[in-house]
């Protein structure tokens, strides 16, 4: 399978999203296999395609000048800025991805094998489309799935570690469900950061994942 591969730009929150649409519309009219990297003009929350917007401290982010919007996928909101690497997959349905759990062991594995050839121990795929170092999310992923036609894989790599209280204030993070357990403020707190491990730079970190992700068949496209 080679892929069309869109580059790395900087767009806004919103034509990052419409380009992942793109993407998915190509991948089924077209049976485009391809695959982009992406950073925000701005720093902005992603809500998924069903979320409640009472999940965000909607004035905080007006304050501080986030773009809100959402994503084709379901999940959890996502802060993103210039601490985290973003990138989508888009794939016709077929004989090497059949579905959401296909993609992730296709897909994942091989950005998890990237992490690993380039000197991070302890690393692995994990529930909900995640990738671990020492059983906590680096890298988490949402999918759309159009059945039998195509799927989109988008999600974002925390490079730097996370402001936990940045992300508190325009998150509305949740409280501990009962004694004992860790609230999602801890949590976020504890999540690695491919930096701390490695000395890289976003790019090179993308044509890694590049290399990894399409075992180096691919060609390069203006999206």
């Not at 695959?35 to 965000?56: G, K, M, N």
């Not at 296909?102 to 380039?118: N, P, T």
Request: net charge negative; with cysteine; hydrophobic share 40%.
């Amino acid at each position: 399978m080679e892929f069309t591969h869109f580059g790395y730009g900087r767009f806004s929150a919103y034509m990052n999203m419409a380009l992942d649409e793109v993407m998915l519309n190509r991948a089924e009219s077209d049976k485009l296999s391809s695959i982009r990297f992406y950073d925000f003009e701005r720093p902005c929350v992603i809500l998924a395609s069903t979320e409640a917007i009472d999940d965000i401290n909607l004035e905080n982010c007006k304050a501080a000048g986030f773009d809100i919007t959402r994503r084709l996928s379901n999940g959890s909101v996502i802060l993103c800025n210039d601490g985290v690497l973003a990138y989508s997959v888009a794939l016709p349905t077929g004989n090497v991805v059949s579905g959401p759990s296909a993609a992730h062991e296709y897909i994942g594995r091989r950005i998890a094998r990237m992490l690993k050839e380039a000197g991070i121990e302890n690393v692995s795929i994990g529930e909900y489309y995640s990738i671990r170092i020492s059983g906590r999310p680096v890298a988490g992923h949402g999918q759309r799935y159009r059945m039998g036609r195509c799927i989109l894989y988008h999600g974002v790599m925390a490079v730097d570690p996370w402001n936990t209280d940045g992300v508190n204030d325009v998150i509305n993070l949740r409280p501990a469900p009962k004694q004992g357990m860790k609230s999602e403020y801890n949590l976020i707190d504890e999540l690695p950061a491919v930096r701390q491990y490695i000395n890289t730079d976003k790019e090179a970190l993308a044509e890694m994942i590049l290399e990894s992700v399409t075992d180096g068949k691919y060609h390069d496209e203006n999206i």
